[in-house]
T-cell receptor, first 115, second 110 residues
Framework: GGIITQTPKFLIGQEGQKLTLKCQQN?????MYWYRQDSGKGLRLIYY???????QKGDLSEGYDASREKKSSFSLTVTSAQKNEMAVFLC??????????????FGEGSRLIVV | GDSVTQTEGQVALSEEDFLTIHCNYS??????LFWYVQYPGEGPQLLFR???DKEKGSSRGFEATYDKGTTSFHLRKASVQESDSAVYYC?????????WGSGTKLIIKP
Protein backbone atom coordinates (compact mmCIF):
# COMPACT_ATOMS: atom_id res chain seq x y z
CA GLY A 1 0.00 0.00 0.00
CA GLY A 2 0.92 3.60 -0.36
CA ILE A 3 0.70 6.69 1.70
CA ILE A 4 0.20 10.41 1.29
CA THR A 5 2.30 12.59 3.57
CA GLN A 6 1.40 16.20 4.17
CA THR A 7 3.79 18.62 5.85
CA PRO A 8 3.54 20.46 8.08
CA LYS A 9 0.57 19.17 10.06
CA PHE A 10 0.05 22.67 11.49
CA LEU A 11 1.16 25.78 9.62
CA ILE A 12 1.13 29.00 11.61
CA GLY A 13 1.75 32.32 9.94
CA GLN A 14 0.96 36.00 10.08
CA GLU A 15 -1.56 37.88 7.99
CA GLY A 16 -0.11 38.75 4.61
CA GLN A 17 2.58 36.10 4.79
CA LYS A 18 3.25 33.64 1.97
CA LEU A 19 2.92 30.10 3.29
CA THR A 20 3.57 26.75 1.61
CA LEU A 21 2.12 23.30 2.21
CA LYS A 22 3.77 20.18 0.83
CA CYS A 23 2.40 16.79 -0.18
CA GLN A 24 4.19 13.59 -1.14
CA GLN A 25 2.63 10.36 -2.45
CA ASN A 26 4.23 6.98 -3.10
CA UNK A 27 1.28 5.41 -4.93
CA UNK A 28 2.81 6.41 -8.28
CA UNK A 29 -0.53 8.06 -9.06
CA UNK A 30 -0.85 10.43 -12.01
CA UNK A 31 -3.32 12.92 -10.56
CA MET A 32 -2.95 14.95 -7.39
CA TYR A 33 -5.35 17.40 -5.76
CA TRP A 34 -5.50 20.12 -3.14
CA TYR A 35 -8.79 20.64 -1.32
CA ARG A 36 -9.80 23.10 1.35
CA GLN A 37 -12.09 21.90 4.12
CA ASP A 38 -13.98 24.46 6.20
CA SER A 39 -15.97 23.42 9.24
CA GLY A 40 -19.54 22.52 8.29
CA LYS A 41 -18.84 22.69 4.58
CA GLY A 42 -17.86 20.22 1.95
CA LEU A 43 -14.47 19.94 0.34
CA ARG A 44 -13.65 22.57 -2.24
CA LEU A 45 -11.09 22.01 -4.95
CA ILE A 46 -8.25 24.50 -5.12
CA TYR A 47 -5.92 22.99 -7.72
CA TYR A 48 -5.31 19.65 -9.35
CA UNK A 49 -2.60 18.24 -11.58
CA UNK A 50 -2.89 15.34 -14.00
CA UNK A 51 0.84 14.90 -14.50
CA UNK A 52 4.22 16.40 -13.68
CA UNK A 53 4.34 20.15 -14.44
CA UNK A 54 0.60 20.28 -15.17
CA UNK A 55 -1.72 22.57 -13.19
CA GLN A 56 -5.49 22.94 -13.39
CA LYS A 57 -7.48 25.48 -11.40
CA GLY A 58 -10.36 24.41 -9.25
CA ASP A 59 -13.24 26.56 -8.01
CA LEU A 60 -11.18 28.11 -5.20
CA SER A 61 -7.84 28.84 -6.84
CA GLU A 62 -7.77 32.61 -6.26
CA GLY A 63 -5.22 33.48 -3.61
CA TYR A 64 -3.31 30.22 -4.09
CA ASP A 65 -0.47 28.95 -6.27
CA ALA A 66 0.50 25.34 -6.83
CA SER A 67 3.50 23.47 -8.16
CA ARG A 68 3.93 19.90 -9.44
CA GLU A 69 7.66 19.64 -10.06
CA LYS A 70 7.71 15.86 -9.98
CA LYS A 71 5.14 13.10 -10.12
CA SER A 72 5.31 12.29 -6.43
CA SER A 73 4.96 15.78 -5.00
CA PHE A 74 2.46 18.61 -5.14
CA SER A 75 2.83 21.83 -3.18
CA LEU A 76 0.32 24.57 -2.42
CA THR A 77 1.21 28.17 -1.59
CA VAL A 78 -1.09 30.62 0.12
CA THR A 79 0.09 33.85 -1.49
CA SER A 80 -1.10 36.20 1.29
CA ALA A 81 -2.55 34.49 4.33
CA GLN A 82 -5.79 35.91 5.72
CA LYS A 83 -7.59 35.06 8.95
CA ASN A 84 -10.76 34.11 7.09
CA GLU A 85 -9.00 31.29 5.30
CA MET A 86 -8.01 29.32 8.34
CA ALA A 87 -9.04 25.80 7.42
CA VAL A 88 -7.79 22.27 6.92
CA PHE A 89 -6.07 21.65 3.59
CA LEU A 90 -6.27 18.13 2.22
CA CYS A 91 -4.02 16.60 -0.41
CA UNK A 92 -5.23 13.62 -2.42
CA UNK A 93 -4.12 11.47 -5.34
CA UNK A 94 -5.80 9.10 -7.77
CA UNK A 95 -4.57 6.56 -10.26
CA UNK A 96 -6.56 7.74 -13.25
CA UNK A 97 -6.45 11.10 -14.92
CA UNK A 98 -9.26 12.80 -13.03
CA UNK A 99 -11.50 11.05 -10.51
CA UNK A 100 -13.27 9.13 -13.26
CA UNK A 101 -14.61 6.47 -10.95
CA UNK A 102 -11.23 5.79 -9.39
CA UNK A 103 -10.65 6.24 -5.72
CA UNK A 104 -9.13 9.37 -4.25
CA UNK A 105 -6.63 8.68 -1.47
CA PHE A 106 -6.23 11.49 1.04
CA GLY A 107 -3.54 12.65 3.40
CA GLU A 108 -4.34 13.47 7.02
CA GLY A 109 -4.59 17.18 6.35
CA SER A 110 -2.69 20.34 7.27
CA ARG A 111 -4.31 22.97 9.44
CA LEU A 112 -3.60 26.61 8.58
CA ILE A 113 -3.58 29.04 11.49
CA VAL A 114 -3.25 32.76 10.80
CA VAL A 115 -2.35 35.01 13.71
CA GLY B 1 -24.03 23.48 -12.30
CA ASP B 2 -23.93 20.05 -10.72
CA SER B 3 -24.56 19.85 -6.98
CA VAL B 4 -24.95 17.50 -4.04
CA THR B 5 -27.23 18.17 -1.07
CA GLN B 6 -26.99 16.52 2.33
CA THR B 7 -29.83 17.78 4.49
CA GLU B 8 -28.60 16.58 7.86
CA GLY B 9 -25.65 18.45 9.28
CA GLN B 10 -25.56 16.18 12.31
CA VAL B 11 -27.25 12.95 13.36
CA ALA B 12 -27.23 11.63 16.93
CA LEU B 13 -28.15 7.99 17.51
CA SER B 14 -27.76 5.28 20.10
CA GLU B 15 -25.88 2.05 19.41
CA GLU B 16 -27.93 -0.45 17.37
CA ASP B 17 -30.18 2.29 15.95
CA PHE B 18 -30.97 2.41 12.25
CA LEU B 19 -29.13 5.10 10.31
CA THR B 20 -30.27 7.07 7.29
CA ILE B 21 -28.29 10.00 5.87
CA HIS B 22 -29.97 11.66 2.93
CA CYS B 23 -28.15 12.61 -0.25
CA ASN B 24 -29.76 14.19 -3.29
CA TYR B 25 -27.95 15.30 -6.37
CA SER B 26 -28.48 17.50 -9.40
CA UNK B 27 -26.65 16.52 -12.57
CA UNK B 28 -27.38 15.39 -16.09
CA UNK B 29 -26.97 11.81 -17.21
CA UNK B 30 -25.67 9.14 -14.86
CA UNK B 31 -22.85 10.59 -12.78
CA UNK B 32 -20.84 8.25 -10.58
CA LEU B 33 -21.91 8.74 -6.95
CA PHE B 34 -19.71 8.18 -3.92
CA TRP B 35 -19.90 7.93 -0.15
CA TYR B 36 -16.75 8.87 1.76
CA VAL B 37 -16.16 8.65 5.53
CA GLN B 38 -13.81 10.85 7.52
CA TYR B 39 -12.68 9.86 11.01
CA PRO B 40 -11.23 12.48 13.37
CA GLY B 41 -7.69 13.48 12.45
CA GLU B 42 -7.78 11.63 9.14
CA GLY B 43 -8.54 12.41 5.52
CA PRO B 44 -11.72 11.10 3.88
CA GLN B 45 -11.68 7.50 2.66
CA LEU B 46 -13.97 5.85 0.16
CA LEU B 47 -16.84 3.77 1.52
CA PHE B 48 -18.21 2.77 -1.88
CA ARG B 49 -19.49 4.14 -5.18
CA UNK B 50 -22.20 3.41 -7.77
CA UNK B 51 -22.49 4.33 -11.43
CA UNK B 52 -25.81 2.96 -12.73
CA ASP B 53 -29.46 3.37 -11.86
CA LYS B 54 -30.55 0.83 -9.18
CA GLU B 55 -26.93 -0.17 -8.48
CA LYS B 56 -26.31 -0.79 -4.79
CA GLY B 57 -23.01 0.09 -3.21
CA SER B 58 -22.06 -1.39 0.15
CA SER B 59 -19.21 -1.65 2.61
CA ARG B 60 -18.77 -2.27 6.36
CA GLY B 61 -22.54 -2.71 6.81
CA PHE B 62 -23.36 0.58 5.07
CA GLU B 63 -25.28 0.62 1.82
CA ALA B 64 -26.85 3.01 -0.66
CA THR B 65 -28.83 2.52 -3.86
CA TYR B 66 -28.48 4.77 -6.89
CA ASP B 67 -31.95 6.13 -7.72
CA LYS B 68 -32.14 8.15 -10.91
CA GLY B 69 -35.88 8.76 -10.52
CA THR B 70 -35.53 10.58 -7.21
CA THR B 71 -31.92 11.68 -7.85
CA SER B 72 -30.91 10.20 -4.52
CA PHE B 73 -28.16 8.05 -3.01
CA HIS B 74 -29.16 7.76 0.65
CA LEU B 75 -26.77 6.07 3.07
CA ARG B 76 -28.23 3.44 5.41
CA LYS B 77 -27.01 1.10 8.09
CA ALA B 78 -29.21 -1.27 10.06
CA SER B 79 -27.37 -1.10 13.38
CA VAL B 80 -24.80 1.58 14.14
CA GLN B 81 -21.86 1.11 16.47
CA GLU B 82 -19.75 3.58 18.42
CA SER B 83 -16.93 3.05 15.92
CA ASP B 84 -19.15 4.53 13.18
CA SER B 85 -18.78 8.00 14.70
CA ALA B 86 -17.41 10.10 11.84
CA VAL B 87 -18.35 12.62 9.16
CA TYR B 88 -19.95 11.15 6.05
CA TYR B 89 -19.74 12.85 2.66
CA CYS B 90 -21.76 12.20 -0.45
CA UNK B 91 -20.09 13.21 -3.71
CA UNK B 92 -20.55 12.96 -7.44
CA UNK B 93 -18.17 12.94 -10.34
CA UNK B 94 -18.57 15.91 -12.67
CA UNK B 95 -16.09 16.07 -15.53
CA UNK B 96 -12.71 15.73 -13.81
CA UNK B 97 -13.85 16.90 -10.40
CA UNK B 98 -15.69 15.51 -7.43
CA UNK B 99 -18.57 17.69 -6.23
CA TRP B 100 -19.00 17.21 -2.49
CA GLY B 101 -21.96 17.49 -0.16
CA SER B 102 -21.51 19.50 3.04
CA GLY B 103 -21.08 16.39 5.17
CA THR B 104 -23.09 14.79 7.98
CA LYS B 105 -21.56 14.25 11.39
CA LEU B 106 -22.70 11.00 13.00
CA ILE B 107 -22.64 11.01 16.78
CA ILE B 108 -23.26 7.79 18.70
CA LYS B 109 -24.70 8.53 22.14
CA PRO B 110 -23.38 6.48 25.08
Amino acid sequence: GGIITQTPKFLIGQEGQKLTLKCQQNFNHDTMYWYRQDSGKGLRLIYYSITENDLQKGDLSEGYDASREKKSSFSLTVTSAQKNEMAVFLCASSLDRGPSGNTLYFGEGSRLIVV
Amino acid sequence: GDSVTQTEGQVALSEEDFLTIHCNYSASGYPTLFWYVQYPGEGPQLLFRASRDKEKGSSRGFEATYDKGTTSFHLRKASVQESDSAVYYCALKSNYQLIWGSGTKLIIKP
